[in-house]
């Protein structure tokens, strides 16, 4: 099993150290704080706030390194990439791929990358939120477009296996708008729907009457707002465009039910999409081999379907 650097120990990074370790991987991370680094270590992990020594190490040992930091700090990371361990293994966690691609190229140009994001998380964050068992059962996408070293794709495939998870291949710009309509929007619309709920400051009445539907529909607007902020805001233009189709789908809604009274079609419409993703729960899990030609444009179309890659061939 490859070893494994994980830069940024909040909720994804940690839980991702947590997990490799369990699955017996060699593993060690960077904390951006001193109080972090320690409460690892307090913990029995192998966690420093020195960038540069975790990189220099994970180039010695061929490791893989992870980046978990938010969008902002991904530069950062990247630059110090570039001047330790310009070769490097590396994939990340951050919820936008096209804008991390860009900086990779930019940024640290010779490293091994290959795009990842597990879709999995709550709306705590910090060293203290993680849990080994968090990616159990998750999505994990593993970026494949045009160009992809398929040697750090394998890795980064069999480190989501290992931390129990499903891994579906996705171009980057395919990634960026299916997490626009599916993450970032609900992010956005909880917040919406917390604002609207609370209502006034003085009249906390709708709140002591609310029940699982609105704690469900808000859980995620208890995230850290910077968090929110990075994730949204660096997937803009896809976001916009799912935006424009929620606002128009709720004048279209709210027209009906100014005009006639009727819900039906808004309704009916939500019944059948919530089934839809109910079906996508147990995927089919595929073989796949990564020699030939088309292998990349093969898992493309893997994922488009809604598959997942199960193992080699």
Request: hydrophobic share 50%; with cysteine.
């Amino acid at each position: 099993m490859r070893a494994l650097c994980v830069v940024g120990t909040g909720l994804i990074g940690g839980s991702l150290l947590r997990a490799a370790r369990a699955a017996g991987r060699e593993c060690w991370g960077v904390a951006a704080s001193d109080g972090t680094a320690s409460a690892a270590r307090a913990d029995g992990f192998d966690v420093n706030t020195d960038l540069d020594a975790a990189l220099r190490r994970a180039a010695e040992a061929d490791a893989l390194v992870l980046v978990a930091v938010p969008l902002p700090a991904v530069e950062g990371v990247l630059k110090r990439v570039d001047a330790v361990a310009p070769t490097v293994r590396m994939t990340d966690a951050v919820s936008v791929k096209v804008a991390v691609a860009d900086a990779v190229a930019t940024f640290a140009p010779r490293a091994r990358y290959v795009g990842g994001h597990p879709m999995a998380g709550t709306a705590e964050s910090g060293w203290a939120a993680g849990d080994g068992e968090l990616f159990r059962g998750a999505a994990w996408v593993v970026i494949a477009d045009d160009g992809a070293d398929l040697d750090v794709w394998k890795d980064v495939a069999e480190l989501a296996w290992a931390c129990g998870s499903r891994v579906v291949p996705a171009a980057a710009d395919e990634h960026d708008l299916a997490v626009a309509r599916i993450s970032h929007l609900p992010h956005l619309l909880a917040a919406v729907l917390a604002t609207v709920g609370a209502g006034e400051p003085d009249d906390d009445l709708a709140l002591a009457l609310s029940a699982s539907s609105f704690a469900d529909g808000t859980r995620v607007a208890g995230t850290r707002p910077e968090l929110t902020l990075a994730m949204c805001e660096g997937n803009r233009p896809a976001l916009l465009a799912a935006v424009d189709e929620a606002l128009g789908r709720l004048g279209v809604m709210r027209g009906a039910l100014a005009s006639t009274g009727g819900l039906k079609a808004t309704v009916e419409s939500g019944y059948l999409a919530r089934q839809r993703w109910a079906s996508t729960r147990e995927p089919l899990a595929l073989e796949v081999s990564l020699d030939g030609p088309d292998a990349l444009a093969e898992l493309r179309e893997l994922g488009r379907r809604g598959d997942v890659v199960g193992g080699w061939k």
